[in-house]
């Protein structure tokens, strides 16, 4: 095997350990949050995602500039760098569907057009496409935040957004 087939591969391994730890983490705080009442103290609860979501996004990107850093050390090819972004922005897709998840049930009327009377897995599909759709920003304005602390969430992603994209991509290049 080549080593680029090999450094590829650990880059595989490590950003989905990364990704399953995240996931694990999120989901953990959604049952710890459902099961100590967080309809007794939504405040508490909101504060702390809030704090949990911003150093979620510095310690990801953080570490992606560090893998982009490796990727530039070793002549890698621009698929290298296509596959860690398309593995961190589904990465940061998918943890900010699952922060939006709890501010939904933190407060129900977070959001204007999710229905809170929906399944989980039903209000998750649609806040995973609320959370691509402010990712990529485009903005339907079907799924609206509407109190302070999903606007400050989404805004988080939305900066996280344009970091990864802007800021590493033309990282690569200058130094290609």
Same mark, same amino acid.
């Given at each position: 095997m080549t080593y680029e087939f090999l450094s590829k591969t650990r880059m595989v391994v490590s950003l989905t350990k990364e990704f &399953?730890?995240?996931v694990m983490l999120l989901i953990l705080f959604f049952v710890v949050m459902s099961v100590w009442g967080h309809q007794e103290h939504p405040e508490l609860w909101a504060s702390v995602l809030v704090l949990f979501s911003i150093t979620k996004i510095y310690l990801l990107v953080s570490h992606t500039f560090k893998k982009l850093d490796i990727l530039i050390e070793n002549? #890698?090819?621009?698929? #290298?760098?296509?596959l860690l972004l398309s593995a961190i &922005?589904? &990465?940061?897709?998918?943890s900010f569907a699952i922060d939006y998840l709890c501010i939904s049930e933190i407060y129900p009327g977070a959001f204007s057009g999710i229905q809170n009377s929906q399944p989980l897995v039903f209000r998750f599909t649609n806040l995973l496409y609320f959370s691509i759709v402010t990712f990529t920003t485009v903005g339907y304005g079907d799924i609206i935040p509407v109190i302070l602390v999903a606007k400050l969430i989404t805004v988080l992603e939305m900066m996280s957004a344009f970091v990864v994209i802007v800021f590493i991509i033309s990282k690569y290049f200058k130094t290609n």
């Amino acid at each position: 095997m080549t080593y680029e087939f090999l450094s590829k591969t650990r880059m595989v391994v490590s950003l989905t350990k990364e990704f &399953i730890f995240l996931v694990m983490l999120l989901i953990l705080f959604f049952v710890v949050m459902s099961v100590w009442g967080h309809q007794e103290h939504p405040e508490l609860w909101a504060s702390v995602l809030v704090l949990f979501s911003i150093t979620k996004i510095y310690l990801l990107v953080s570490h992606t500039f560090k893998k982009l850093d490796i990727l530039i050390e070793n002549n #890698h090819s621009f698929r #290298h760098l296509l596959l860690l972004l398309s593995a961190i &922005i589904t &990465i940061i897709v998918i943890s900010f569907a699952i922060d939006y998840l709890c501010i939904s049930e933190i407060y129900p009327g977070a959001f204007s057009g999710i229905q809170n009377s929906q399944p989980l897995v039903f209000r998750f599909t649609n806040l995973l496409y609320f959370s691509i759709v402010t990712f990529t920003t485009v903005g339907y304005g079907d799924i609206i935040p509407v109190i302070l602390v999903a606007k400050l969430i989404t805004v988080l992603e939305m900066m996280s957004a344009f970091v990864v994209i802007v800021f590493i991509i033309s990282k690569y290049f200058k130094t290609n």
